[in-house]
Nanobody, 121 residues
Framework: QVQLVESGGGLVQPGGSLRLSCAASGSIFIIYTMGWYRQAPGKQRELVAAITSSGSTNYADSVKGRFTISRDNAKNTVYLQMNSLKPEDTTVYYC???????????????WGQGTQVTVSS
C-alpha cells in the first residue's frame, strides 16, 4: 500500500511564501515523476509543477519564476517552494506520484489528500 502525505499548507498574506512537502511511504520500488496539482472549486485539476526522477522540471506558466519544485529521492519526498504568493493561488494543492510498487506490478499514479493554501490579507 502506497501513501502520499502532504504538509505545509496554510494562510499567508499576498507576497508571502509557503513550502509544501509530500512524502511517499509504503510498498515502493521506484518513484518516477512527482508533481503538484491544484484544483479550485468548479474547475478542473491543473498541473502546477512536476519533476522527473532525474530532476527535470516543468511548470505552469502562471507560477513560473515564483514556485520551485524539488525532490529528495532518499526520502521519497517532493517539495514545492511557493514565493510571491497571490490571492489567485488560493486553492487546494494535491501531490501526485507515478510509482511502481514492486517488480512485476504496473506503475500507476497516486494522490495525496490535499492541503489548503489560502493567500489573503
Amino acid at each position: 500500500q502506497v501513501q502520499l502525505v502532504e504538509s505545509g499548507g496554510g494562510l499567508v498574506q499576498p507576497g508571502g511564501s509557503l513550502r509544501l512537502s509530500c512524502a511517499a511511504s509504503g510498498s515502493i520500488f521506484i518513484i518516477y515523476t512527482m508533481g503538484w496539482y491544484r484544483q479550485a472549486p468548479g474547475k478542473q485539476r491543473e498541473l502546477v509543477a512536476a519533476i522527473t526522477s532525474s530532476g527535470s522540471t516543468n511548470y505552469a506558466d502562471s507560477v513560473k519564476g515564483r514556485f520551485t519544485i524539488s525532490r529528495d529521492n532518499a526520502k521519497n519526498t517532493v517539495y514545492l517552494q511557493m514565493n510571491s504568493l497571490k490571492p489567485e493561488d488560493t486553492t487546494v494543492y494535491y501531490c501526485n506520484a507515478d510509482i511502481r510498487a514492486s517488480i512485476g506490478i504496473a506503475r500507476r499514479g497516486y494522490w495525496g489528500q490535499g492541503t489548503q493554501v489560502t493567500v489573503s490579507s
